[in-house]
């Protein structure tokens, strides 16, 4: 059994209130979220981490075709982010290799994730900024694909969230 260092911060409880900047990277980097099915599984998926998860809200998201990043909002949360991440990435890899069965042989997503405590407002402004940035780095080609990029409202139901998401997936941040 292969042994992962882990990068989290020792003696930091993981269920603290406060923001997390996370990013998930797939597989050797396959572009797996440029399939439109699995994209919608994520998207579904990330709708649904408030109702899954008490304590939990979406802050920003983007979806490139091999890695995601996200804020999260952990607000008296009974569970700690591993736990919200672990479940995430189990649920959606499940349904993606029920999905699509040829094109997932392994996993969806690398075993680990990044996570950045965010600790202020100014860095809160930078990493949505980075965020917000993130395809146009990449220089990704916004008519062969779709980038979500979407600010949820903290009081969304799921239609909402859905319905949000898709007025808002042009790949232009609108303000």
């Known amino acids: ?31 797996y979220l440029k399939y439109g099915k699995i994209y919608q599984i994520v998207v579904a998926e990330l709708a ?38 672990q479940a995430f990435k189990s649920i ?29 407002q100014k860095a809160l402004y930078e990493i949505r900024k980075y965020i917000q940035e993130n395809p146009e780095k990449d220089k990704i080609d916004f008519k062969s694909l779709t980038i979500t990029y979407i600010k949820l409202c903290h009081n969304l139901d799921f239609n909402d969230f859905i319905y949000h998401c898709h007025c808002h997936c042009s790949g232009k941040v609108s303000a």
Not at 54 to 62: A, M
Not at 100 to 108: A, E
């Open 48 to 85: 649904l981490l408030s109702k899954r998860f008490q304590g939990i809200k979406i802050d920003y998201y983007t979806l490139m075709p091999n890695h995601i990043h996200m804020i999260l909002i952990l607000e008296n949360s009974k569970y700690r982010l591993d736990q919200v991440i």
């Open 92 to 120: 959606t890899t499940l349904k993606s290799k029920q999905a699509l069965k040829l094109q997932i042989k392994r996993r969806l997503w690398q075993p680990n994730y990044y996570e950045h405590i965010i600790r202020d």
């Open 1 to 31: 059994m292969k042994y992962h260092k882990s990068i989290r911060l020792k003696n930091y409880d993981y269920k603290t209130n406060g923001y997390y900047f996370i990013t998930i990277c797939t597989d050797y980097h396959n572009p």
